[in-house]
């Protein structure tokens, strides 16, 4: 058996959608503000995201910034 997790994926003011999860061809919709058990692979999944988007919004920062000193 798979090791199972118990997430909740909180709800937020810019998205209250539920979020889909794919993993080798297994699907999953999860519903936001509801605690659910998931494989571990899931929750890392969703971890990889959270470090992705960070990621992503820290690069835009960074760009903004560059730009902001260059017209100074």
Known sequence: GEKLVTIKIPKSRDDDG????????????????V????????????????????AAISYEQEQQNRSKNKTE
């Open 35 to 54: 605690s659910v058990e998931v494989p571990e692979c899931v929750l890392e999944v969703l971890q990889a995201r959270e470090e992705c988007i960070d």
């Open 18 to 33: 539920d979020v889909f999860v794919s993993v080798n061809d297994r699907t999953w919709l999860i519903q936001r503000g």
